[in-house]
C-alpha cells in the first residue's frame, strides 16, 4: 500500500502544475490526501459513488473518479471543477496514481523475492522463475552487506541506505529482522576488494549519527548466481558475529579477513574449555595481572620483536626477557618461539569467545 505520505507529494505536485484541488479518499469516505479543507462533507457522497457502477462522476462541484488495483477499487480520486479540461486532468491523476500502485506493489514483490532468497525459503526452480517475472537478472555478480545500527526499526537508516543506492543500481535493500538492513549490491567486473571495502565504510560515514553511536558493517564474498546470494548473506552475518568478539574496534569487517577467528567461531564449547585447560592448566588469562598482558599484547602487535616490543613499552630488553621467562614457566609456552606464539594466540582468541558467547546465555 502506498503511504499517505507519497499521495500527499504527488497530489501536491500535480496542483503545483495544474492550479486544480485534488483530494484521494479511502472506499469508506475517509481522506487520505488533499489539497483542499472539508473533504469530509462529501463523505456520504463518496460512499454512494463507491455502490454505483459509474467509474467517474459530476458531485457537488468536483469530478468523483474511481481507481483500480486491477480489477480492485483501491482509492476515490475528487478534482474540483466541472469542465472537460478538468475531466482530463483527473483521468490523467488517474493514471499515475494507478501507476504508483504497480510500481509499489512490484517494489513489495521484489523485497519478498530477496528476503525469501537470502532465508534459503525457495526451491531452485522457484528462484529462477520468480526472478524471471521480476525481471531479476540472475548471472550478475552479487555481494551481501549486513548493515547493523543498534536501533531496532531504524526507518530513517532504512529509507537513507535505500535513496542512496536504489536511485542509480539495480541493488536491493531490506531487512530480515528488526536490527539490520541487508543491502544485496550488484558488483561490476572492474571493482576489487578495496573498492568494495570503501562502500561498506561509506555506509558507516553515512548512518553514523553525531552522537557517535557506533554503526557495524560486515559483508559477505562476491556470488555469480542469484542462488548463491543465500551463501553471501550467511558470510556477511557470521562476519558480523565474529567480528563482535574479535574485531570490537572495527566497524567494517569482511567474511575473507576474519581468518582463524572464523574457525574458532565454530568451535563447540566443550572443546574449548578442554584445549584452555590443557594450554593453562585450569586457570585463565584473565587472572594474569595487567602488566604481563599489556607485554603479552604489544609482543604479538610487534610480531615477536623484543627490542621494538621493549622500546614501545619503555623499558630494558632484559626486562622484557624476564617477563617472557616468568610467563614461560606459567604456562610452559615460550612466546619467543613462533609455535609457542601460535598456540598462546589462539588460546586467548578463544576464551575470548567463550566469554561472548556465555554473555550470550544471559
Known sequence: MISNQILQSNIDGMKEITRVDFCICDTEGKTLASTFSGTEDYEKSILAFVESEADSQIVQGYQFFKVFDEHQLEYILLVKGEKDDVYM?????????QNLLVAYKERFDRDNFIKNLLLDNLLLVDIYNRAKKLHI???????VYIIETHHEKDMNALETVRSYFTAKTKDFITAVDEKSIILVREVKPEETFE????????????????NGEKVNVAFGTVVGEIKDVSRSYKEAKMALDVGKIFYSDKDVVAYSRLGIGRLIYQLPMPLCRMFIKEIFGGKSPDEFDEETLTTINKFFENNLNVSETSRQLYIHRNTLVYRLDKLQKMTNLDLRVFEDAITFKIALMVVKYMKYMENQDY
Not at 483527473?90 to 499515475?96: H, I, N, R, S
Open 137 to 143: 537478472e540472475t548471472n550478475v555478480k552479487r555481494l
Open 89 to 97: 486532468i483527473g483521468k490523467m491523476a488517474v493514471f499515475q496514481i
Open 195 to 210: 573498492d568494495l571495502e570503501k562502500v561498506a565504510h561509506a555506509i558507516v560515514d553515512m548512518l553514523s549519527p553525531e
